[in-house]
Nanobody, 126 residues
């Protein structure tokens, strides 16, 4: 049974930083690309960043480019999202997801994610 668990969310002031973590079990972690998504209250879920199985390829939504960094440690079955210079508009529930393939397609980076965590809340105060 696949389990995906996020952690690291919290309350931070604008301009601050947080690092989210996500552990995945019940699968061969380095067989799959991974992604981070977020959903703000009253809004649709949106893709934030994704990473290939090896970690060599990464992709970011324009809204977080230059502020967020995705990485993974395959030896620890763990995915990370380092978030710097946070803004109030980054406030959302953040979700980690396992893609069905080892790579992502830059034309459709947010498609075909099979397993999802329960989310971790990030709140950025102004």
């Amino acid at each position: 049974q696949v389990q995906v668990v996020e952690s690291g969310g919290g309350l931070v002031q604008a301009g601050g930083s947080l690092r989210l973590s996500c552990t995945a079990s019940g699968l061969t972690f380095d067989d799959y690309a991974m992604g981070w998504f977020r959903q703000a209250a009253g809004k649709e879920r949106e893709g934030v960043s994704c990473i290939s199985w090896s970690g060599r390829s990464t992709y970011y939504a324009d809204s977080v480019k230059g502020r967020f960094t995705i990485s993974r440690d395959n030896a620890k079955n763990t995915l990370y999202l380092q978030m710097n210079n946070l803004k109030p508009e980054d406030t959302a529930m953040y979700y980690c997801a396992v893609k069905s393939t080892s790579y992502y397609n830059e034309n459709s980076p947010w498609m075909e994610y099979n397993y999802w965590g329960q989310g971790t809340q990030v709140t950025v105060s102004s």
